[in-house]
Structure formats: structure tokens, C-alpha cells
């Protein structure tokens, strides 16, 4: 089992940056697929990267392409997303989440682990 914590989240301008970083407990993170994923308020959960299990395969969802960067460093066991050209719109609670089979999915249920999501909000 993996713990997941998430951090840097916060407030920023349109148009600025923010970094987000989660960080997992165990010895095991190396094996997971790690992913982004967000909810606005009365929306659902959507897909924004993620990540496999080496960092060499990164996916994200055509709203954030171009903005956003997810890596990943395994001596850290801490996954990150960099967020540039911030929007209104990106406004959400963002969550890591940890892929057990590795190659890191835009499906939530395909994650099995979850962080506990942290704030981000982005003013005009």
C-alpha cells in the first residue's frame, strides 16, 4: 500500500505558475503509474497527466497540453506537476493518484491510491 500527499497548491494570477508535488510513502513507488487528476466544484473528476512507472511515458488531457508538465523522481518517491499560463478554469482540487500496474492511465478507476487533493485557485 501507498500513502500519497500532495502540496503547493495555493492561489495564483492567470497567466502564472504554480508546482505541485506529491509525495509517497513505501518502498514501491518506482512500480506505480502516477497521475493527475482534478474536480471542480458540481463537476466530476477529470483526467489532467500522468505519468508510467520509468517517466518516460507522459499523457495529458488536451485542456492542459502545452501548460502543464508532469515528472517524477523515483530517489524522491515524489511525483510532480508544473503548471504554467494558469487559467480560470483550472480552478479545482487536484489529486495524485498511484497506478499499481504501472503505465500510468486517464482513468480514474484505474488508480488505486489517492491523495487527500489540495487547492488550487486561479484568479482573473
Known amino acids: 500500500q501507498v500513502q500519497l500527499v500532495e502540496s503547493g497548491g495555493g492561489l495564483a494570477q492567470a497567466g502564472g505558475s504554480l508546482r505541485l508535488s506529491c509525495a509517497a510513502s513505501?518502498?514501491?513507488?518506482?512500480?506505480?503509474?502516477m497521475g493527475w487528476f482534478r474536480q471542480a466544484p458540481g463537476k466530476e473528476r477529470e483526467f489532467v497527466a500522468a505519468?508510467?512507472?520509468?517517466?518516460?511515458?507522459?499523457y495529458y488531457a488536451d485542456s492542459v497540453k502545452g501548460r502543464f508538465t508532469i515528472s517524477r523522481d523515483n530517489a524522491k518517491n515524489t511525483v510532480y506537476l508544473q503548471m504554467k499560463s494558469l487559467k480560470p478554469e483550472d480552478t479545482a482540487v487536484y489529486y495524485c493518484?498511484?497506478?499499481?500496474?504501472?503505465?500510468?492511465?486517464?482513468?480514474?478507476?484505474?488508480?488505486?491510491?489517492w491523495g487527500q487533493g489540495t487547492q488550487v485557485t486561479v484568479s482573473s
Open positions: 493518484a498511484a497506478d499499481r500496474n504501472g503505465s500510468g492511465s486517464r482513468t480514474r478507476y484505474q488508480y488505486a491510491y
Open positions: 513505501g518502498r514501491t513507488f518506482s512500480t506505480y503509474g
Open positions: 505519468i508510467n512507472r520509468s517517466g518516460l511515458g507522459t
